[in-house]
């Protein structure tokens, strides 16, 4: 049974930082796409971030501000969010996609998602 589970999140003063990591079981992602993504209140699910095994993408309102990484041999990626806003509260989703080097940002391209961590930044 493959799962991805996502720890880090919480709440945090305007222009702070989190590091948000997920790690899965039941299955290596070592070469498959994976990425983040955010749903707030009300909204649709929303592209982040995503790493391929060749190739980073970043959303036009985080770039600058946020790095995702992986360590394959943990089976596990990270999402290091810097100068984070109000605008990014939001639940925070990792998600694993194909095997390739091509960056997806439309969430149905993705085959599995963690439950999910939630990341509240005060004003």
């Known amino acids: 049974q493959v799962q991805l589970v996502e720890s880090g999140g919480g709440l945090v003063q305007a222009g702070g930082s989190l590091r948000l990591s997920c790690t899965a079981s039941g299955r290596t992602f070592g070469s498959h796409v994976m990425g983040w993504f955010r749903q707030a209140p009300g909204k649709e699910r929303e592209f982040v971030a995503a790493?391929?095994?060749?190739?980073?993408r970043y959303a036009d309102s985080v770039k600058g501000r946020f790095t995702i990484s992986r360590d394959n041999a943990k089976n596990a990626q990270y999402l290091q969010m810097d100068s984070l806003k109000p605008e990014d509260t939001a639940s925070y989703y990792c998600a694993a996609g194909p095997n390739s080097e091509i960056i997806y940002s439309d969430p149905l391209n993705y085959d599995y998602w963690g439950q999910g961590t939630q990341v509240t930044v005060s004003s």
């Open positions: 790493i391929s095994w060749s190739a980073i």
